[in-house]
């Protein structure tokens, strides 16, 4: 349809038709659409693009782990950790990603690191859920430390950001630390973001745990609440799918990653309206395209299986601003409707054909990218504006990033790869 999308505040007012003499943004030819949301970020890698690696190639889920992200999140400090805040941030909001989920590890820089996260997309005008990434895989010390972490964040969040519960994945976690994070976040009212069988390794440490696998591990432990956010479920079986769908959590599929990283294509891909677990979509570190992750994944989907509804990304984007608005206290996140927050993004699409409610899956498929955003507004405020940052330099940002990168990359060339393993891992190579 055409028409005026009309603000007042934070919020949007109507759509139709603008009363005369209010102030106005020439939209004309162009396609207003919300905000997309990143179900599950890792901001902390946006500094790894082009990052030279010169140890044996990993073969195994597991070494990747050990030989590149459990170095890198070692050579973290605060200036690393707010310069890759700072270049992911506004990559994801030029793309017209507005609300960003992320996972965040820094076992050597922990305490106040969420606070500088927050603080520096609320410089740029993103929304935000944050955790830390709590693990055993550098001791028992730093594990507790990240619980502090988190219930400190969560008590004093507010503005743009909110706060979880965060734990990196059933095989890092001992059971004493798992019962510290599921007290930790029922006594804070928050539920908690876990990586779920991203890799077999995952379900293998749990069985040799004498466990039936993860999804039953953490659901013993009290992790799997209607508040919980669980990354990948690559591995998982039918019955654990139900398990899941029966809690009420929420599934985050991330197809580049999983296809990057070869570890396996999620059935979750597969679940549509009405099949019971509810699934998002993030980008697992891997930029803050939303527009790129919602086809690539669709693809994906479509290829294993014909039968997969044209209107897959949307539903799974919806999904994501469903969390995003829970969290936030905002039902109405993720729509253009009298009453919403005003998170919006603009782009410029001429179009070939004409859209209309019934075919915009067709264009956002097979159209819509995020090199067309124009426009993007937060909570009513015009944060980017004909595709600049209207809050932060942008060229300064590229310099500090490339600056800070080449500092962060010669601290990794002084850290061995992780010892961690898993109590069962897994040796499988890669095909």
Do not use: K
């Not at 895989?137 to 004093?156: K, M, Q, S, W, Y």
């Not at 059935?267 to 891997?286: E, S």
């Not at 010892?419 to 499988?428: E, L």
């Amino acid at each position: 349809m055409t028409a005026d999308v009309v603000l007042a505040g934070d919020r949007v007012v109507e759509v139709g038709s603008a009363p005369p003499g209010v102030r106005r943004r020439d939209c004309t030819g162009t396609l207003i659409v919300p905000g997309n949301v990143c179900a599950h970020h890792h901001l902390y890698s946006a500094l790894s693009r082009g990052m030279p690696y010169r140890l044996a190639p990993p073969v195994t889920f597991t070494e990747i782990l050990q030989r590149v992200w459990w170095r890198l999140d070692r050579a973290l400090d605060e200036q690393a950790i707010r310069a890759s805040a700072l270049r992911g941030g506004l990559d994801a909001l030029r793309a017209g990603t507005t609300t960003i989920v992320d996972h965040h590890a820094s076992p050597y820089a922990i305490d106040g690191s969420l606070d500088i996260i927050a603080e520096t997309l609320d410089q740029l005008g993103v929304r935000s859920v944050l955790c830390y990434e709590v693990s055993d895989r550098d001791g028992l010390d730093r594990a507790a430390a990240g619980i502090a972490e988190n219930r400190r964040f969560v008590t004093r969040a507010d503005g743009l950001a909110r706060g979880m519960m965060g734990a990196h994945a059933s095989f890092t976690l001992c059971d004493a630390t798992l019962e510290q994070l599921v007290d930790a976040a029922r006594g804070d009212g928050v539920g908690i973001h876990i990586h779920v069988a991203e890799d077999a390794a995952d379900q293998d440490d749990a069985h040799a745990r004498a466990v039936h696998g993860v999804v039953e591990r953490l659901d013993r432990a009290g992790v799997l609440t209607d508040r919980a956010l669980l990354a990948h479920g690559v591995h998982v079986a039918p019955a654990e799918m139900h398990a899941v769908g029966d809690t009420g959590a929420t599934v985050v599929c991330n197809p580049r990653s999983n296809m990057n990283n070869a570890v396996g294509h999620s059935p979750f891909n597969h679940l549509g309206r009405g099949a019971g677990a509810r699934v998002a979509l993030g980008t697992d570190g891997i930029g803050g395209d939303l527009f790129a992750e919602s086809q690539v994944g669709f693809f994906r989907a479509r290829e294993a299986d014909v039968a997969t509804p044209g209107d897959w990304p949307l539903v799974r984007l919806a999904e994501g601003a469903r969390f995003a608005g829970d969290m936030h206290g905002e039902p109405l996140l993720g729509t253009v409707r009298p009453g919403a927050p005003a998170d919006l993004v603009v782009l410029d699409y001429p179009t070939p054909t004409p859209v209309t409610a019934e075919n915009l899956v067709g264009h956002w498929v097979f159209g819509l990218s995020s090199a067309q955003v124009r426009d993007v507004l937060v909570a009513g405020e015009l944060v980017v504006a004909d595709r600049r940052s209207t809050r932060v330099d942008e060229a300064e940002v590229a310099a500090e990033g490339a600056a800070e990168a080449e500092r962060l990359w010669a601290r990794m060339e002084e850290i061995p790869a992780h010892d961690f393993t898993p109590m069962a891992d897994s040796t499988r190579s890669r095909r």
